[in-house]
C-alpha cells in the first residue's frame, strides 16, 4: 500500500512539472522542473546542430521542438511574473534560437561575414535576456552575472557547433557536456532566485 502511495505521489510530481505548470509539490521537484527545461534547451539545440551539419531530413521537426521548448520556459516564468512577461521571455529565447540556426547555416555555407554579423546580433540578444530577468528578479539575478553567464552559453555552443561542422566530432561531444553542465548551473540560479523571491508560494512546500 505504502509502495502504491509512493508512486502516486511520484505521478503528481511529474504532472505538475509539464512543460508551462513548474508549480511542483516541492522545492526540490520545483528546482528539478527548472533543470529539465533548460536541459532540454541545449539537449534540442544539439539535435538541429547534429541534423543542420549532416542535412538530415528531421531538421524542420526538430526546429519545431526547440522552439517549443521557449515556450515552454516563457510558461514556466509566467506561473511567477505574468503571462506578459512569459511572452517576452519566449520572444527572447525564440529570438536566441533563430540566430543560432542562422549562424550554424552560414557557417555551413562558408559565408563568415554572416556569421560575425549574426554573432554580433546573437550576443546582443544575451544581453537583453540578461536584462529582462535582471529586471524581473534584481534582488537574485544581478544583470553582470547573468549576461557573463549567457556568454559563456553562446562561446560553449558555438564551439560545439563548430566542431560538429568540422566533424570534429570527439571534441563536439566534449563541448556538449560542458555545455550541459553550465546550462544547470543557470537553471540553478534561476530556480534558487525564485523561491526566494516568492518564499509563499513554497511555504508549505
Do not use: C
Not at 527545461?37 to 531530413?57: K, N
Not at 557557417?107 to 549574426?118: L, M, R, Y
Amino acid at each position: 500500500m505504502f509502495r502504491s502511495l509512493r508512486i502516486i505521489a511520484l505521478v503528481t510530481a511529474v504532472l505538475f512539472l509539464a512543460p508551462g505548470i513548474l508549480y511542483a509539490d516541492s522545492k526540490e521537484a520545483f528546482h528539478d522542473g527548472m533543470r529539465k527545461l533548460w536541459e532540454d534547451h541545449v539537449t534540442w539545440t544539439r539535435l538541429f546542430i547534429v541534423s543542420a551539419a549532416a542535412g538530415l531530413p528531421d531538421k524542420d521537426a526538430t526546429t519545431q521542438r526547440l522552439l517549443q521548448n521557449q515556450a515552454d520556459i516563457g510558461d514556466a516564468v509566467a506561473e511567477f511574473y505574468g503571462r506578459e512577461a512569459g511572452n517576452k521571455l519566449t520572444a527572447l529565447l525564440k529570438d536566441h534560437i533563430l540566430i543560432a540556426a542562422s549562424i550554424v547555416t552560414a557557417a555551413k555555407a562558408g559565408d563568415n561575414a554572416k556569421v560575425t554579423s549574426e554573432n554580433k546580433r546573437w550576443r546582443e540578444n544575451a544581453i537583453d535576456i540578461a536584462k529582462f530577468l535582471h529586471g524581473a528578479n534584481p534582488k537574485h539575478w544581478p544583470e553582470a552575472t547573468l549576461q557573463s553567464a549567457m556568454f559563456m552559453h553562446l562561446d560553449q555552443t558555438l564551439d560545439e557547433a563548430t566542431h560538429q561542422l568540422k566533424g570534429d566530432y570527439p571534441a563536439s561531444v566534449k563541448d556538449y557536456d560542458r555545455v550541459v553542465k553550465h546550462i544547470l548551473g543557470m537553471a540553478d540560479v534561476l530556480s534558487d532566485g525564485i523561491i526566494e523571491q516568492f518564499p509563499a508560494k513554497f511555504a508549505k512546500k
